[in-house]
C-alpha cells in the first residue's frame, strides 16, 4: 500500500489537474482517396461519434475527394484556407482530423487555419484516458499518449504551440500530460517496465489456468457491438454497461459453466474501431494477449448495425496484427432485436459461420449460443465410471462441480458414480477409474 502511495505521490508532482471549463467546438475533416464516398462517410460519422464520446461540441463535417493525403497539410493548403475561413464563421476552437497526422502535417495545419489541430489518434487516446479506472489501464493509456506526443514536442520543454488544456493534453484521471522531453522519455521508461510486470502475472496467471485446463474464451468485437452486455448475461458478471465508445477498458476475466458442466473462463476486452491507433495496440499488448492465448473467440457483431461487416473486417484485421488471425472463432450476431428486416439476420447468419443470433440485452438466444460454444471448444466431456471409496469421498463434490453425474450409488465399501468428465478431472481421479 505505501508503494501505491509513493508512485501517487510522484504521479502528483508531474502532474497537475487539467483545465476542463473551456468547451471545445469543432469542425471534422477527411479525406476521401479511395473513390468511396460511402466508406469515406462512415469513417466520418463515426468519428463524430468519437468527438462526442470525447466531449467535443461538433458544428460541421467536411470531406475531401483527393488521390492521397498532401504530405504538407493533409487537405491541401488552399483546403486549409476554406477551412480557416470555416472555423472563423463557426467560431470553432478545435480541428478534428480523420487519420494520424505527422507532426509536421500538424503543425502547418495548426498555422494556418489558426486553432488546435487534432487527429483521430490523438481523440482515441483522449477517450481511453477518460475511460481507464485501473492502475494497469491508466499506465498502458499513458504509455500510448507519450509516445504519441514525443515527436510532436517542438523542443526540449516546449509544449505544442495550440493545444492549450482540454484534448491532446489531459492524461489518465484528469492529469496534465507531461510535456519535458527528457521526462517524457524517462517516464516511458518506467511505464514499460511496470507493463512488463504486469505482462509477467498475466502468464503467471495463465499458467494457473492451465494446470486446472480450463479453456479461455475470449469475447472481441467492434466497439459499443455488446460484449460486456453478453457477459453480464453469461456469467452475472456485473461488468459496466454504457451506450458509449470504449466504455471496457480493463479485462473482466469470469468463470462460465457450460450445459455439459464443462467450466471454462471467459474475458471481456477493449472494443476495436477502425484505424485503432498503433501506439495503442502496442501499449495494450498485456491486455490483449489474453485474446493472443484464447482457445476460442467470441467474436460480438452489432447485427442492427449498417455497418456490420466494415465493422466485422476492422477486427479481424486487429486480430491479425496481435497474431490472433487464425484462431477458432464463432461469431455472435447480437442486438437481433433490433434487426428489423428478417433478410438481413438471414444473410449475416450464411456470411459468418460458424455463427449464432443472440440478444444480450434481452437474453434471447443464449441457450443456442451456449451450445453452440460446446460444440466448437476442444476437449469435450467423456463418459467414464469411477469408484470412490469412502476415504476418498471429497472427489465427489468436484464431480458435481466439473462433471455431469449420471448415475451415483452408495454401497458398502464406497461410492460407484457413473459421469461425464473433462481430461483434468479424468487425470485426477485416474487411480479410481473403472474399465466397464
Known sequence: MARVEEFESKIGRLYHKVDSTVEEKAILIGLDCDKNSEKAEESLD?????????????????????NRPDASFYIGRGKAGEIQLLAQAKKANVIVCDDELSPAQQKNLEEVIGVK??????????????RAKSNEGKLQVELAQLKYLLPRLTGQGMVLSRLGGGIGTR??????LEVDRRRIRKRIIDLERRLETVRRARV??????????????????????????????????????????????????????????????????????????????????????????????????????????????????VLKNLGAGEKRVLTVINKIDLIENDAVLSRLLRKFQPSVAVSAD?????????????????????LMHVFLPFGQASYLAEIHAYGRVVEEHYTELGIDITAYLDRRLASVLAKYLVMK
Not at 487527429?119 to 477518460?130: C, K
Not at 468463470?255 to 495494450?284: E, M, N, Q, Y
Open 171 to 176: 492524461g489518465p484521471g484528469e492529469t496534465k
Open 117 to 130: 489541430i487534432i487527429d483521430r489518434t490523438m481523440l482515441i487516446l483522449d477517450i481511453f484516458a477518460q
Open 204 to 317: 503467471l496467471h495463465r499458467k494457473n489456468w492451465r494446470d486446472k485446463e480450463w479453456p479461455v474464451l475470449a469475447l472481441v468485437g467492434y466497439t459499443n457491438a455488446g460484449k460486456s452486455t453478453l457477459m453480464n448475461c453469461l456469467t452475472g458478471a456485473g461488468v459496466l454497461v454504457e451506450d458509449q465508445l470504449f466504455a471496457t477498458l480493463d479485462p473482466t476475466i469470469r468463470i462460465l459453466k457450460l450445459p455439459d458442466s464443462r467450466s471454462v473462463l471467459l474475458s471481456d476486452t477493449v472494443g476495436f474501431v477502425r484505424k485503432l491507433p498503433h501506439h495503442l495496440v502496442a501499449a495494450f499488448r498485456a491486455t490483449l494477449e489474453e485474446t493472443v492465448e484464447a482457445e476460442v473467440l467470441l467474436h460480438v457483431i452489432d447485427g442492427s448495425s449498417p455497418q456490420v461487416e466494415e465493422q466485422a473486417q476492422a477486427v479481424y484485421q
Open 362 to 382: 434481452k437474453g434471447i438466444g443464449m441457450d443456442n449460443l451456449l451450445k453452440k460454444i460446446q460444440e466448437i471448444l476442444p476437449g469435450k466431456l467423456e
Open 46 to 66: 463515426e468519428l463524430e461519434r468519437l468527438a462526442l464520446s470525447a466531449g467535443l461540441v461538433v458544428l460541421a463535417k467536411d470531406l475531401q475527394k483527393r
